[in-house]
């Protein structure tokens, strides 16, 4: 597969999409990057990098971390941690409260708002600094030490938090945070702000592409049932309530966040990495879901 002719066929054919969408603008300091962006990588397991575009600019991986504070709070709880957050689609927006009253403060999935809180508490339990110790996991797995979290982000989404705050201290309310709201809220925050770029993303989720064994080491770092049920997680719940939308289109497990990336993997083969800043409606990069569609397509490389 000359996979980076592909990137290139792709990054031609979505030229005239690239641009449309919203830049999410409820974080004030992600509401000015430029929706012309478009970058996209491919990482084989071999450790083979493909790339086009502004595949190597940072950008804020924002609920992409989601995946990552799921890495950590599974090696930390196991099992038990499906007694605090369920694994459903939601069928709500990410950061809906409706289903908390009802369910009794567990959240649906880790990858809506309410489950990824739930996931900062087990962390802020686990790790004095729970923002390093996620840092530190993207750094490990990207192979490089130069990625940090954006501190004017943090602080912007932090100051703007109310909605995320109204969520924890509900499930607080019914006893499913263990630690202050406030150091939730910061952790969350902090994570969100993280900054990776295409390439890093794409040989990050290499992870759960090889089953849970890093390629670069060969070092194990998940068990091959937790790989398979992030990757079952990735595909049911990780591109917000498009999921199944996106399951039809592109068929690959992936999660994306509001500052444009998505992430997907193909089993056995490769870690893909997309970002173009334009929201559809439901969140997800509009030209980043294109991209990935074309992406299965051209290749014939989905789950299915
Ligand atoms: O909490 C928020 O709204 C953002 N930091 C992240 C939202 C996002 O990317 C989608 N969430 N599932």
Redesign the pocket.
Known sequence: MDYQALLEQIHDQLRPVIGQGQV?N??PELAGVSPQHFGMAVVQLDGTVHAVGDARVPFSI???S?LFTLVMALQCEGDALWQRVGREPSGNP??SLVQLERESGIPRNP???AG?LVLADVLCTRYAVPETAVVDLTRKLAGHEDIHYNRRVAKS?RDT?H??AAMAYFIKSFGNLRNPVPQVLDA??RH?AIEMNCVDLARAVTLLAHHGVLPRTGERLLSLGAAKRINALMLTCGT?DAAGDFAFSVGLPAK????GGIVALVPGECGVCVWSPGLAPS?NSLAGSLALEHFTTLTGRSIF
């Open positions: 999410a409820y974080i924002q609920s992409i989601k990410f950061n990858f809506i708002n990824a989404e938090a909605r995320n969350y925050c969100c917000y994306s966040g509001v500052g969140g």
